[in-house]
């Protein structure tokens, strides 16, 4: 297989310089964790009315997992609460392989993730980030239990 | 007649593992996570299909052919266990469904007896959680408290920490024989003697012990050792725990049910001797048929053996990864088992997991169930490849292949 398709160009570069990186001060945090690892992210993100008006995180984690946190804290940078979501699903569709059509073009460079469908035991490693968010944004009343599949 | 490292015959033994045989994404398996779970051979694959096959019944309840089969390949495991670990009596050993299962019966049942608000039992940072969290429960309802033996730079337990730790209020020492994540051996007779000076009994954590190194209760004194099956060639879903003396006489019942009791009444119950008080309702039966196999296995091989293995592969994998720019070993004691964990600068270890596994190279990759270690090395999880007898220069070959691909990936 391919690890190329995995580690694209585009996560290898956010994980090395990921975007968004530090704390908003007094903006709402959450902490999301993947128990089964010990991986962590802290998101801070300042909501003004419905709009997500600013998101900063901090970390630790695997490539795919910083990757897809400082993507996403780019992707939903100024979008609603509901767009947000309606992201959210477009790309928990794509990494876990159930999106029905072909990526949305509203992913953007967030398709770069499409090889973790490839790799099912990194899917939540791509998702940490988003499960925080949606728990952040009262799009999700609380975190995801560790036996998902997501 | 103990083989010698020389005699070591890994070729053969190879052949007696059927799984060694199957091809991931069609390359060759380099299975390096024997620390996690060994692989089977054809021996034991064997005995737990003819019990199915041909011995099933229940145990200790029946007057027919098979109730009377199973029971005996029961007991003959348990003799056989007592071989292996040179108990002085069958009564010593109660079989659990694993080391974690062991461990929370001594903390319940221990707890309850001897345990008050205010004493102290004494782990270490470097425990399997299976070796903190059964205790926090029971200090939890005791009113006991935790304290923790430091651990060095190296990786070794801070002996003189730990005789300090040691006072009136300690009421049980529980400590890993050998770390999964840094592969150290730990002084055993030692730590033991220095406990019982005081009148501390010990528990010792054999998880990773039982499937290298020879074990000698007599010898060591520990007052219980907990370990699991499927480490050792055995089928999941048997463990062992061994208890000197008369700790099982003098310990309370840790399940209620059928076969640990003598007369049940709905006023009163009056429990079997051990090893039944402590094996409650039906067991894996055929999982402790089969794990006679592994023993044998092992006898048959011999530990000394494997263990002088080990080593020359240990050696070996330690000299070629820390010799790539950017790794950090984590665990570098005199005495370590076959376990090389490491960290590489700006590559998290799941990714290079990933990446290994792409080339058909199963190693461990997170914190290893030990957090509060990790939290000590100041890294939140390693890459961990584990040796055993079926491994070869090949696996530590295909290793470094993997690790120059991570390279090339991550720059």
């Known amino acids: 297989m391919d690890l190329g398709a995995l580690y694209e160009e585009v996560i290898l570069d956010h994980n090395r310089s990921p975007r968004n990186w530090g704390e908003i001060p007094g903006a709402r945090h959450v902490a999301g964790t993947n128990p089964l690892c010990g991986d962590k992210i802290s998101l801070s993100v300042q909501v003004d009315g419905d709009t997500i008006t600013d998101i900063k995180f901090t970390g630790e984690g695997c490539a795919i997992s910083k990757a897809s946190a400082s993507m996403m804290t780019q992707a939903i940078k100024g979008k609603t609460k509901g767009e947000a979501e309606k992201l959210y699903e477009e790309f928990h569709g794509l990494v876990t392989g159930k999106a029905s059509a072909p990526p949305d073009k509203s992913l953007g460079s967030l398709r770069a993730f499409a090889g973790v469908a490839r790799f099912p035991t990194r899917v939540k490693c791509a998702t940490m980030a988003w499960h925080a968010l949606r728990e952040a944004t009262g799009n999700r009343q609380q975190a995801p239990d560790a036996g998902t599949s997501d | ?411």
């Open chain 2, 1 to 411: 007649m103990t083989p010698s490292a020389a005699t070591l015959d890994v070729a053969r033994i190879r052949a007696d593992f059927p799984i060694l045989r199957i091809r991931p994404r069609g390359r060759p398996l380099h299975y390096l996570d024997s620390a996690a779970t060994s692989q089977k051979p054809q021996s034991v694959i064997d005995a737990l299909t003819r019990y199915y096959e041909e011995e099933n019944g229940n145990i200790h309840r029946g007057v027919h052919y098979l109730s009377e089969l199973a029971t005996q390949r029961y007991d003959e495991t348990r003799e056989a266990t007592r071989r292996f670990i040179n108990a002085t009596s069958h009564n010593e050993v109660v079989f659990t469904r694993n080391t974690t299962e062991g461990i929370n019966l001594v903390a319940s049942s221990f707890g309850q007896a001897f345990v008050r608000p205010g004493d102290e039992i004494v782990v270490s940072q470097m425990e399997h959680h299976s070796n903190i969290v059964p205790w926090q429960l029971m200090a939890e309802r005791t009113g006991a408290v935790l304290r923790a033996v430091p651990v060095t730079d190296v990786g070794e337990l801070d002996l003189d920490a730990y005789e300090q730790l040691l006072g009136p209020k300690t009421k049980l020492v529980a400590l890993t024989w050998v770390s999964n994540s840094l592969g150290t051996v730990n002084p055993v007779e030692r730590i033991t003697a220095i406990a019982h000076a005081r009148g501390i009994p010990v528990l010792l954590d054999g998880a990773q012990a039982a499937p290298h190194i020879p074990i000698d209760v007599k010898a060591i004194k520990a007052d219980f050792v907990a370990f699991s099956g499927h480490k050792m060639l055995g089928p999941t879903g048997v463990g062992v725990l061994y208890a000197r003396d008369d700790w099982f006489d003098r310990l309370p019942p840790y399940q209620g049910g059928g076969d640990m009791i003598e007369t049940v009444t709905i006023e009163k119950t009056t429990y079997a001797k051990a090893p039944s008080k402590f094996e409650a309702g039906t067991p894996d039966i055929g999982s402790v048929a089969a794990f006679r196999a592994a023993i044998e296995y092992l006898e048959r091989v011999g530990l000394d053996a494997i263990h002088a293995h080990e080593q020359l592969l240990l050696a070996e994998a330690t000299a070629r990864v820390s010799a790539l720019p950017g790794v950090r070993l984590i665990g570098t004691a005199p005495e370590k088992a076959g376990v090389l964990s490491f960290t590489m600068d700006g590559v998290h270890p799941h990714d290079i997991a990933t990446i290994l596994d792409q080339n058909g190279v199963a190693i461990r990759a997170g914190h290893h169930c030990t957090q509060p270690l990790m939290a000590r090395f100041g890294c939140g999880a390693t890459a961990r490849a584990s040796f055993y007898l079926y491994n070869t220069m090949d696996d530590i070959a295909a290793l470094m292949t993997g690790l120059e691909k991570v390279r090339e990936v991550f720059g």
